[in-house]
T-cell receptor
Framework: DGGITQSPKYLFRKEGQNVTLSCEQN?????MYWYRQDPGQGLRLIYY???????QKGDIAEGYSVSREKKESFPLTVTSAQKNPTAFYLC????????????FGPGTRLTVL | GDSVTQMEGPVTLSEEAFLTINCTYT??????LFWYVQYPGEGLQLLLK?????DKGSNKGFEATYRKETTSFHLEKGSVQVSDSAVYFC?????????????FGKGTHLIIQP
């Protein structure tokens, strides 16, 4: 089955530690995205990538970093510089840069202890 | 910039009631409009979409019509079920092209009581 996978589903981190969230897709999509979701709020865009070895900051990129070394993978690192990292993180992809429909993974819930 | 406003929740209805969740947007040009649904602890699933004025998206008994004149995309269902309980997000993709992200509303939590 084609789709987007995110791992792990739950992640706990101590303050001051960096942590990397995985996102993999086998849909052969060019574009991939990371969103953050907080209770009672919509999703906010962190980073997006149109193609391998290219990525752009979204609305709330501070304290996050990404890489896009392979078409199917777009990992997100939450650094110690992110002041309030506890949230639900969602990865998405779309077929090509002009496409409007995005498909989402199941999400990773990050909790900072 | 682009924005989406949807009705605050939670919305509580009895099974078989008629559902309307309001959504209005602000955007330049002709954005594409979406409704996504999120079940507890899960990611978002695309429910329906419309890409131009007067288009009607529909899926699983849900419908929404792209109204350019009122900049709205209200979600409706004639008879809701307990299994429809979830959070519903209205979203838009700007007409400028490119692979930037979707703009989301804050979500409406729908609770259907048996």
């Amino acid at each position: 089955d084609g789709g987007i996978t995110q791992s792990p589903k739950y992640l706990f981190r101590k303050e001051g530690q960096n942590v990397t969230l995985s996102c993999e897709q086998n849909l052969n999509h060019d574009a991939m995205y990371w969103y953050r979701q907080d209770p009672g709020q919509g999703l906010r865009l962190i980073y997006y990538s149109q193609i391998v070895n290219d990525f752009q900051k979204g609305d709330i990129a501070e304290g996050y970093s990404v890489s896009r070394e392979k078409k199917e993978s777009f990992p997100l690192t939450v650094t110690s510089a992110q002041k309030n990292p506890t949230a639900f993180y969602l990865c998405a992809s779309s077929i090509r840069v002009e496409a409007d429909t995005q498909y989402f993974g199941p999400g990773t819930r990050l909790t900072v202890l | 910039g682009d924005s989406v406003t949807q009705m605050e929740g939670p919305v509580t209805l009895s099974e078989e009631a008629f559902l309307t969740i309001n959504c209005t947007y602000t955007a330049t040009g002709y954005p594409s409009l979406f409704w996504y649904v999120q079940y507890p602890g899960e990611g978002l699933q695309l429910l329906l979409k419309a890409t131009k004025a007067d288009d009607k998206g529909s899926n699983k008994g849900f419908e929404a019509t792209y109204r350019k004149e009122t900049t709205s995309f209200h979600l409706e269902k004639g008879s809701v079920q307990v299994s429809d309980s979830a959070v519903y997000f209205c979203a838009l993709h700007g007409s400028g092209g490119g692979a930037d992200g979707l703009t989301f509303g804050k979500g409406t939590h729908l609770i259907i009581q048996p």
